[in-house]
T-cell receptor, first 114, second 114 residues
Framework: AQKVTQAQTEISVVEKEDVTLDCVYE???????LFWYKQPPSGELVFLIR??????QNEISGRYSWNFQKSTSSFNFTITASQVVDSAVYFC???????????FGKGTRLHILP | DAGITQSPRHKVTETGTPVTLRCHQT?????MYWYRQDPGHGLRLIHY???????DKGEVSDGYSVSRSKTEDFLLTLESATSSQTSVYFC?????????????FGEGSRLTVL
């Protein structure tokens, strides 16, 4: 079965702290993609990153970084020096080549406190 | 921004009435998806399309039907709306290929079934 688990329902941190959002996935496929999306309070969904199953190289984009580990089926997202504007719901998602479906985790609501 | 619009953006209806939500894209993308977003459930896939007249079911397809007669339009129909279908509905598009799985979302349609 394909599944995405975001165990952290809600997280609150004080501004400038680092925070890591966890994502664990399940799939039988060897070819797949993993994603992170952001949904700010305004409601739109914004694409952040895509990673394919053959590329375990970690990625850094400004204050954002992603750690992909196939051995633990995890694709965690870290925000360094968090800012109030990072407050949002963050979704991890999985795409399987086999059936063209993209399934999402339940999301983690992140509160950055000033 | 990707050219994707949803209509209506807000709708209130009564149990038992039919409802159709429209997703229109100007990007000529092959893939189109309908998701619903509910508290505690994140985003759940209802139906998706991988081409004109080619559609398939997602995780929560019961009570919903879809049609795609043109590349640019993907319709979601609730034949007889129920209160459990009160939700925010998001349409998403993707062009596949090198951008496989990278979704662009519409702004959402908030449906209330009384």
């Amino acid at each position: 079965a394909q599944k995405v688990t975001q165990a952290q329902t809600e997280i609150s941190v004080v501004e400038k702290e680092d925070v890591t959002l966890d994502c664990v996935y399940e799939t039988r496929d060897t070819t797949y993609y993993l994603f992170w999306y952001k949904q700010p309070p305004s409601g739109e969904l914004v694409f952040l990153i895509r990673r394919n199953s053959f590329d375990e190289q970690n990625e850094i984009s400004g204050r954002y970084s992603w750690n992909f580990q196939k051995s633990t089926s995890s694709f965690n997202f870290t925000i360094t020096a968090s800012q109030v504007v990072d407050s949002a719901v963050y979704f991890c998602a999985l795409f399987m080549n086999r059936d063209d479906k993209i399934i999402f985790g339940k999301g983690t609501r992140l509160h950055i406190l000033p | 921004d990707a050219g994707i619009t949803q209509s209506p953006r807000h709708k209130v209806t009564e149990t038992g009435t039919p409802v159709t939500l429209r997703c229109h894209q100007t990007e000529n993308h092959r893939y189109m998806y309908w998701y619903r977003q509910d508290p505690g459930h994140g985003l759940r896939l209802i139906h998706y399309s991988y081409g004109v007249k080619d559609t398939d079911k997602g995780e929560v397809s019961d009570g919903y039907s879809v049609s795609r007669s043109k590349t640019e339009d993907f319709l979601l129909t609730l034949e007889s709306a129920t209160s459990s279908q009160t939700s925010v509905y998001f349409c998403a598009i993707s062009d596949g290929g090198a951008n496989t799985g990278e979704l662009f979302f519409g702004e959402g349609s908030r449906l209330t079934v009384l």
